[in-house]
């Protein structure tokens, strides 16, 4: 709960590198997310080359962060690896979500940078990264150590609660 409820997007980082075995548990928690009938049609690159990573804020227009983030993960969906047609985004959604709480459980900052369904975005990521024509660009995660901090969001509204019916 606790890794949860302080989850905030995290868009400032200091330059203190992200070891490559945080980076591998990042993925280890994204690939226990769960999938439609355990599909899991994920697919991950790690990116960590300044050049690339300065290069998708000219088709990400919110994205600049990435400027200076140590490290990204960007998540795509593998239409080969779907049996269940158009459940991959919400299996990546699932995936990136959890990302994005390992990273608060370890100290890290980190944001959700969207990407699917932005024609512009997916088409300017898959020729940037050389994806194969099967594998969608789906979010982006700018990933670093926190330079700022921020109080946990609170947004619990029981008004958006229903039981039974409306
Ligand atoms: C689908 C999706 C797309 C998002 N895209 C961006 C983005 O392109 N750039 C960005 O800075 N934040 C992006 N965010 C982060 C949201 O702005 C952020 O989650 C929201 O403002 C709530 O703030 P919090 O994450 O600090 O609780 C995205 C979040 C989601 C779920």
Same mark, same amino acid.
């Given at each position: 709960?606790?890794?949860?409820?302080?989850?905030?997007?995290?868009?400032? +980082?200091?330059?203190?590198?992200?070891?490559?075995? $945080?980076?591998?548990?990042?993925?280890?928690?994204?690939?226990?997310?769960? &999938?439609?009938?355990?599909?899991?049609?994920?697919?991950?690159?790690?990116?960590?080359?300044?050049?690339?990573?300065?290069?998708?804020?000219?088709?990400?227009? +919110?994205?600049? =962060?990435?400027?200076? @983030?140590?490290?990204?993960?960007?998540?795509?969906?593998?239409?080969?690896?779907?049996? =269940?047609?158009?459940?991959?985004?919400?299996?990546? &959604?699932?995936?990136?979500?959890?990302?994005? $709480? @390992? @990273?608060?459980?370890?100290?890290?900052?980190?944001?959700?940078?969207?990407? +699917?369904?932005?024609?512009?975005?997916?088409?300017?990521?898959?020729?940037?990264?050389?994806?194969?024509?099967?594998?969608?660009?789906?979010?982006?995660? &700018?990933?670093?150590?926190?330079?700022?901090?921020?109080?946990?969001?609170?947004?619990?509204?029981?008004?958006?609660?229903? +039981?039974?019916?409306?």
């Amino acid at each position: 709960m606790e890794a949860i409820l302080t989850r905030r997007s995290i868009r400032k +980082y200091t330059n203190q590198p992200v070891p490559e075995q $945080v980076v591998k548990e990042l993925l280890e928690a994204a690939m226990s997310a769960p &999938s439609a009938v355990n599909q899991q049609p994920w697919q991950f690159i790690v990116i960590n080359d300044r050049k690339i990573l300065g290069e998708i804020p000219k088709l990400h227009p +919110y994205s600049l =962060m990435l400027r200076a @983030a140590p490290v990204a993960i960007l998540v795509c969906g593998d239409l080969q690896l779907e049996k =269940m047609r158009g459940n991959w985004v919400q299996d990546c &959604s699932a995936a990136t979500e959890n990302i994005l $709480v @390992a @990273a608060n459980a370890k100290g890290l900052g980190a944001v959700w940078l969207g990407v +699917y369904p932005v024609e512009r975005r997916v088409t300017g990521i898959k020729k940037l990264l050389d994806l194969p024509e099967n594998v969608i660009p789906f979010s982006i995660v &700018s990933i670093g150590y926190p330079a700022v901090k921020k109080l946990p969001a609170n947004r619990y509204d029981s008004s958006r609660i229903h +039981y039974n019916r409306w």
